[in-house]
Every structure is written in structure tokens, then in C-alpha cells.
């Protein structure tokens, strides 16, 4: 079955969404994502989506899920990459992505993520997957 | 020149291939990017409304022209249970499904004009447009 690869980066998950997702692949996402989370014992995910051509309500509801999934499994989600034309849109369209962080870029994200780390928790590595 | 294009909606692969082809005859027509994506955005909802509300139907995708100017037009229809009360489910927020219920009135914010023809046992049909 087609699947968007999840890739693991210390502490943290990255996606980067490159296919123009069907619903059902949508649906697959959020549940492998809140799977890793746990097995992985993630502290932030990391969603590129400069790829996404559109978020449509469909898209933005699964956004917001996964932001607050992983929130109560005590992973911070960042959504990276908006193209400026998918952002006009999603506005004209009422979508307002409350609750999920945004960045302009993976950069920038990562750096969001770094932050929300808790205070003493020691510094990973990039390791191998178990 | 009209093109004209009949594309089968019964599935969320087809949403997909709706979304594919509107974004072809955007193109083609010469929207700008914003456009375009505001064009495929209600393309994508309108036809995924198709496959989950009506139980499947199809879309007529066609460019026209009317007084000098290019639009792109899209209809949606199915035959499905239809819709009791279309002003309330125009409204912002409101679904029976469990989505945000944005689809409708979305859809005509982000298009120049928004028809809808629906009565319960009858199906439904919307027919937005976009000018260039
Ligand atoms: N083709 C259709 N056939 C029957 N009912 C429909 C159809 N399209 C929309 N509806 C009804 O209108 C309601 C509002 O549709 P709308 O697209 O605005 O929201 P939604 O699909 O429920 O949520 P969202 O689109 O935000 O994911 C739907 O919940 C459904 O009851
Ligand atoms: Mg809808």
C-alpha cells in the first residue's frame, strides 16, 4: 500500500509531503504518524507541505489532528513550507489552522522544535531506528 | 474554443484526478497561481461534498467565454439524497459529516459565482465559476 514515509531524526519525526494525497493516504498519515510518536518517544513532529499545491478542509482538519494527537502524547507538531498562494486561500476559504504552529521553513522549524525541549532533557543524536 | 471535460466522481482517487485536471484547464486558461489555487481548492471540496454527501456522481469541467472574457467553469453533480435546508448548509461550520463544514461556503468565496440546485431525493448540482 502507498504510504508517506516517516523519517526519524533524534527525538524528532519529519514528513515531507510530496504527493498530491488522497484521503485515504491522509487518514494512513495521521494514524502511522501517532504510532511513531509513541514507539519512537518523539518530542516533535515536523510536516513539510511546501510540495502541497492546496490545504482544503479536508487537509487542514487532519493538520489540526495531528497537532493536538501528538500535543497529548507530548510531542510539539510544526507545519513548515506554506506556499504564499496556498495561504491566501485557505484564508478566502475560513481555514484558520488554530492550534497548529507554523514556520516558513524546515530551518526555522527545526529551531521551534528545539525550543520546546524540555529544559534538562539530555541532547540525541541522529540514531539508527530500533 | 470550448473545452469541455466529463470526469467520473466516486471515489477520493477521483477528488484527486478532479484536482489534477481543473489544474491543467487553469493553466491552460492563463490564471495566475493565486487563482489557480483558489480554483482547485473548491474543485477539491466540491468534489469530495460528491463523493461523500451524494454517493458519487460526476464533474463537467469546461473553459467558456463570455464577453471577452475566459472563466473556468466547474459543475458538480450527483444523484444522491440531496440537501433539505441549503441556507443552513451554507452556513460556515455547519456539517453533518464530521468535517469543518467550510466546503460550501468556501467554495463561493472563492469563486466569482456559486449556483446550487438540490432537493432531498433529487440530488445536487453546483456550478461555480471563476473569471480571469
Ligand atoms: N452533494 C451533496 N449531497 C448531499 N448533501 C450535501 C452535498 N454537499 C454538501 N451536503 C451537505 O451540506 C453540508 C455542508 O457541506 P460543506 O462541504 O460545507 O461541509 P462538510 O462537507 O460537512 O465539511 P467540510 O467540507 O468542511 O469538510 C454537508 O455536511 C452535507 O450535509
Ligand atoms: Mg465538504
Known amino acids: ?22 484521503d485515504r493516504l491522509a487518514m494512513t498519515l495521521q494514524e502511522d504518524l501517532t504510532d511513531r510518536i509513541v514507539k519512537e518517544n518523539a518530542r516533535g513532529v515536523l510536516i513539510d507541505i511546501s510540495s502541497m499545491e492546496i490545504v482544503d478542509s479536508f487537509i487542514g482538519r487532519m493538520l489540526g489532528s495531528i497537532a493536538s494527537m501528538s500535543r497529548m502524547l507530548n510531542a510539539e507538531t510544526v507545519v513548515v513550507g506554506m506556499q504564499p498562494a496556498v495561504a491566501i486561500t485557505m484564508v478566502e476559504l475560513g481555514l484558520s489552522l488554530s492550534g497548529v504552529r507554523t514556520a516558513l521553513d524546515v530551518e526555522k522549524g527545526m529551531e521551534i522544535l528545539h525550543r520546546f525541549r524540555q529544559p534538562g532533557e539530555e541532547e540525541t543524536d541522529i540514531d539508527d531506528q530500533a | 474554443m470550448t473545452r469541455h471535460e466529463k470526469i467520473e466522481v466516486r471515489s477520493s482517487d477521483d477528488v484527486v484526478k478532479v484536482r489534477q485536471r481543473v489544474r491543467a484547464l487553469a493553466v491552460e486558461a492563463g490564471f495566475s497561481l493565486v487563482d489557480q489555487t483558489k480554483i482547485i481548492t473548491a474543485a477539491s471540496e466540491l468534489a469530495r461534498n460528491t463523493v461523500n454527501y451524494g454517493g458519487g456522481g460526476h464533474a463537467i469541467v469546461s473553459l467558456v467565454k463570455s464577453n471577452g472574457r475566459t472563466g473556468l467553469r466547474l459543475v458538480f453533480e450527483d444523484r444522491g439524497p440531496g440537501i433539505t435546508d441549503i441556507e443552513l448548509a451554507m452556513q460556515d461550520g455547519y456539517s453533518t459529516g464530521a468535517g469543518l463544514g467550510l466546503g460550501l461556503s468556501g467554495s463561493r468565496r472563492l469563486m466569482h459565482e456559486f449556483e446550487i440546485d438540490s432537493a432531498p431525493g433529487q440530488g445536487t448540482k453546483v456550478t461555480v465559476t471563476r473569471w480571469r
Open chain 1, 1 to 22: 500500500m502507498e504510504k508517506i514515509p516517516i523519517l526519524k531524526m533524534g527525538r524528532f519525526l519529519l514528513v515531507s509531503i510530496q504527493v498530491d494525497m488522497h
